[in-house]
């Protein structure tokens, strides 16, 4: 593939994306359930309208472009006072969830650089379920994390926590809620626990900090999360979750401007001139900036509230279909609108293949396997259809047929291997298993339970994680046929 030597005509363009897009996900159905969020056609009509505007305007110099200066100030201002934080609290927007959590991680080496310079390699302190964005910013800056058990409801083990604290360890770290099964983590006592022994207190409200203010305003019960909680010093919030704006928007929230010190960069002696970002990016897309204050004054309180009585009806709706399916249940008892489908009987996996063919995308997840549905302002419609096809799919996996027979010998096949075969010959075969997922084509495949039950039984999973860098390569081929 090469620049086309003479360009292409507007028409010819449209065309083109519009065949590109033919076989991604029909999130406009509401048949996604991650990925994408959905207001209704006037919040996007408001977002596309207020990123064009801004469509040029860099962020980079906010001095250069006080709307800009003024309309991030406004968003953070506005987010902060919903979470209850009060004038000291300082904080940036940023490209996303994944860069807030860069920068809380970023922020406690260097707290711990200026405040505890013995420590080497400081460590954090989290549950198993928290994001594995934290992974990577530990994978960037040089720290440990030290994931603890969850309880049996899936929410952090204090304990467990408490136990994992050695004398390097700089922050502890829970979720409101947390992405795989949509619980909660007890703040109050992580952070109690984090302020009794001098540490940061970290929470990951990426996907729930625009969502629990208005659960809680609507009388569900829900428990203390934000700035409200003695000991919490920075929360993260999505704008491009529940926010429902456009992506590229979140938030990291200090509760002192004196913590936030620690994220800021300059650099001073560079001939360009005096170069100074408050977060990871440089050149920073005004249009997004401009989209997120736009949406959230378009809404305002009311129209945010509005829109999560109906997720949370949605949710209630679900819930209560699920319990009554035999062989189907929700891990533990969600606290806003993200849950997990997992059965005891079944192979849940069979369940998401049944339902893609069935034209619905559901994320499979693992220890222990599930499905995963966030729900949003989008689902409004589909509980009816979806709760169809979630009964029929799952009497059709109760049926047995030739290509369930087989998949359930592949897995005692591969139990056994796994069992009996040298380690160096299962790596051979996993990278086999590699290139042959690498080589299948552009459209996703429908039924990928062997795939996911193959890798679950793969004893070494440093052979797992190459399997996954293989595909994540894959992805960006320079030989990728044009997009006809
Ligand atoms: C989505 C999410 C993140 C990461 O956010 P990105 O915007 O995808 O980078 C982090 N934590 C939680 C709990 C999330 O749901």
Redesign the pocket.
């Given at each position: 593939m090469q620049l086309p030597p003479h360009g292409t005509s507007r028409a010819e363009l449209r065309r083109m994306m519009a065949a590109a897009r033919a076989h991604d996900v029909r999130w406009r159905e509401g048949r996604v359930f991650s990925l994408v969020y959905d207001a209704g056609e006037d919040v996007k009509e408001v977002a596309q309208e207020a990123y064009m505007a801004f469509f040029a305007e860099n962020a980079l110099n906010p001095t250069a472009f006080p709307s800009l200066r003024r309309f991030e100030s406004e968003v953070i201002a506005m987010t902060a006072s919903l979470l209850h934080g009060d004038e000291q609290v300082a904080g940036n927007m940023t490209?996303?969830?994944?860069?807030?959590?860069l920068m809380t991680m970023l922020t406690a080496r260097e707290w711990a650089r200026a405040h505890h310079p013995h420590i080497v390699t400081p460590e954090v302190v989290l549950p198993a379920s928290?994001?594995?964005?934290f992974d990577k910013a530990a994978h960037y800056f040089g720290m440990r994390l030290v994931r603890t058990p969850l309880r049996q409801d899936f929410r952090a083990d204090v304990a467990a926590m408490e136990e994992a604290i050695t004398p390097n360890t700089v922050m502890l770290v829970g979720?409101?809620?947390?992405?795989p099964q949509g619980v909660v983590d007890p703040i109050a006592d992580i952070a109690a626990l984090a302020r009794a022994r001098g540490l940061l207190c970290h929470v990951?409200?990426?996907?729930?900090g625009m969502m629990l203010p208005f659960v809680e305003r609507l009388g569900y019960p829900t428990p203390p999360w934000d700035f409200r909680v003695p000991g919490v010093t920075s929360i993260?919030v999505?704008l491009?979750?529940y926010g429902y704006t456009a992506?590229g928007a979140?938030i990291i929230l200090y509760r002192t401007k004196a913590l936030r010190r620690h994220q800021l960069f300059a650099s001073i002696d560079w001939s360009g001139g005096i170069y100074a970002s408050p977060t990871m990016a440089g050149t920073r897309p005004g249009g997004v900036i401009a989209a997120a204050w736009a949406v959230m004054t378009y809404l305002g309180e009311a129209g945010y509230l509005e829109r999560a009585r109906t997720v949370m009806d949605v949710r209630d709706a679900i819930l209560a279909g699920v319990a009554s399916i035999p062989d189907l249940h929700v891990l533990s008892d969600p606290d806003m609108s993200?849950l997990a489908l997992a059965s005891e009987t079944l192979d849940i996996y069979l369940v998401a293949d049944e339902m893609s063919v069935r034209g619905w995308h559901l994320d499979r997840q693992q220890h222990p396997p599930s499905l995963h549905m966030?729900l949003h302002y989008g689902h409004k419609d589909i509980v009816e259809p979806f709760l169809g096809d979630l009964r029929a799919s799952v009497d059709a996996v109760r049926r047995p047929t030739p290509r369930r027979l087989i998949y359930t010998l592949l897995m005692v096949l591969m139990r056994w291997l796994t069992g009996i075969l040298p380690e160096r010959w299962l790596s051979w075969l996993t990278q086999r298993a590699a290139g042959l997922l690498a080589g299948g084509g552009q459209e996703l495949p429908q039924r990928s339970a062997p795939m996911y039950g193959i890798m679950g039984t793969l004893p070494n999973r440093g052979d797992v994680k190459e399997l996954v860098l293989d595909l994540v390569e894959s992805f960006t081929e320079l030989n990728t046929r044009s997009g006809q």
């Open positions: 490209s996303g969830g994944t860069e807030s959590l928290a994001h594995p964005a979720s409101a809620p947390s992405y990951d409200a990426c996907v729930g993260s999505d491009h979750k992506k979140s993200i966030t």
